[in-house]
C-alpha cells in the first residue's frame, strides 16, 4: 500500500502522460461522428479510430478510411489490423501523412474475420512478426508507434509468455503498450464473450509495469466507469475506456478536470450537444444521414427523466429522409427540464 500511495503521489509531481486517459477502438462505434461528438466532451482524451485493416488502406477508398476533422480531433490515433511489416510500414506513413498522432497495432481483437487475415489476438503467438511489424512501421514514421494486446491467447497460460510477448516487441522499437487484462479464446468464444468471459488479471498488468519501468503501460478491459479507473492511475500510465464510455458519454466530460487538471468543455449535457449543432449542419449539408451522427448520442442522458423519450424520438425519426437538425432540437425537447 505504501508503494502504491508513493507511485501516487510521484505522478502527480509529473506531466501526465499522453495516454493517461484513452478511448478504446471499437468497430462500428469510435468512426468520426462518435469521435467529433466525444472530442466536445473532453480535449485531452485520446482518441483511437476503429480498426482499419492494411489491405483496406492500400486498395481501398484511402482517403474516406483515413478522414477525421484535423482542426477538431487531436490527439487521435489510427489502428491498424495487419500482420505484414512492409503493408504495415506503408500503412503507417499513410497514417503520419493522414495527421494522426499515432499508429496502434491491434494485437487483441479474437474474431473469426480477423483471425483469418492472420492478424488480431492470433499475433501474440507470433511476437517477433510483431516486433517486425513495430520496427517497420517505426522506420516508415516519424509518430509514437504503439500496441494494442491481451495478457494471452487460448493455452498461453504463464505470466511470463506475456511478459515474454511485450518484451520482444518493446525490442522492436514499442515503448506503449495498451493491455486488455483479459486472455482471448480463438476458439469456443465469440467476440462478444471475448470481452466477457475470460476473468480479468490487473495484477499482471502491475507486474509488468513493475519489470518494465521504462514502457508506457495502459490498462484496458473491465472498466466499467471514470472512477473505477482512476484507482488504477496510482500504478499505471493510462486507462482506456470502451463500451462504459459509448454507454454513458457524459462521464468524459469529466476526464479534463479530473485527469489533467484542465477546464471541462461542457458544464452540462446540453451544452455538449448544441456545441455538435455546427458540425451536424456541415455534415448534412455533405449528404451525411443524421443518424450517422445522432446514434453515438442515444447515451448521453442517461438517468435523466425523459431520456428515453430523447432516445425514442431520435431512433424513430433521424433516420427518415431528409431528417436534419430540427429532428435533434425536438428530441432535446423530450427531455425533463431539470429543477432550478
Not at 62 to 67: G, N, P, S, V, Y
Request: charged share 25%.
Amino acid at each position: 500500500m505504501l508503494r502504491t500511495v508513493r507511485k501516487y503521489t510521484e505522478s502527480l509531481r509529473h506531466p501526465a502522460s499522453p495516454w493517461r486517459f484513452c478511448t478504446a477502438p471499437m468497430m462500428d462505434w469510435s468512426d468520426r461522428h462518435c469521435r467529433q461528438f466525444w472530442r466536445g466532451l473532453s480535449r485531452h482524451a485520446r482518441l483511437y479510430t476503429e480498426m482499419v485493416t492494411t489491405g483496406a488502406l492500400i486498395h481501398g477508398d484511402r482517403e474516406r478510411l483515413l478522414a477525421f476533422d484535423r482542426a477538431a480531433e487531436h490527439p487521435v490515433a489510427l489502428q491498424l489490423g495487419g500482420s505484414d511489416p512492409a503493408d504495415l510500414a506503408r500503412c503507417a506513413r499513410f497514417a503520419e501523412d493522414a495527421g494522426y498522432d499515432e499508429v496502434n497495432l491491434n494485437c487483441g481483437c479474437p474474431s473469426d474475420r480477423v483471425q483469418n487475415g492472420a492478424f488480431g489476438a492470433c499475433l501474440m503467438a507470433r511476437p517477433t512478426l510483431v516486433a517486425d511489424c513495430v520496427r517497420a512501421m517505426r522506420d516508415a514514421c516519424t509518430i509514437p508507434v504503439t500496441v494494442k494486446h491481451r495478457i494471452g491467447i487460448d493455452d498461453m497460460e504463464s505470466y511470463g509468455e506475456f511478459r515474454d510477448f511485450v518484451g520482444t516487441v518493446a525490442g522492436g522499437g514499442c515503448g506503449v503498450f495498451i493491455v486488455h487484462a483479459r486472455k482471448a479464446w480463438l476458439k469456443g468464444l465469440s467476440p462478444k464473450e471475448n470481452r466477457e468471459v475470460p476473468p480479468l488479471n490487473y495484477p499482471w498488468v502491475y507486474r509488468l509495469k513493475d519489470e518494465f519501468p521504462a514502457l508506457t503501460i495502459v490498462l484496458n478491459g473491465g472498466l466499467g466507469s471514470l472512477e473505477s479507473g482512476r484507482e488504477h492511475l496510482a500504478a499505471l500510465d493510462g486507462i482506456m475506456l470502451g463500451r462504459a464510455a459509448y454507454q454513458d458519454p457524459w462521464q468524459l466530460a469529466r476526464v479534463d478536470s479530473t485527469l489533467f487538471a484542465a477546464p471541462d468543455p461542457a458544464a452540462t449535457p446540453e451544452e455538449a450537444l448544441l456545441a455538435l449543432f455546427p458540425y451536424l449542419e456541415r455534415e448534412l449539408a455533405a449528404g451525411t444521414p443524421l443518424n450517422h451522427i445522432t446514434r453515438h448520442v442515444l447515451g448521453l442522458f442517461s438517468g435523466r427523466p425523459g431520456a428515453r423519450r430523447f432516445r425514442r424520438h431520435l431512433s424513430e425519426n433521424a433516420h427518415r429522409p431528409g431528417a436534419g437538425a430540427d429532428t435533434l432540437r425536438a428530441a432535446l425537447d423530450q427531455l425533463t427540464p431539470l429543477a432550478a
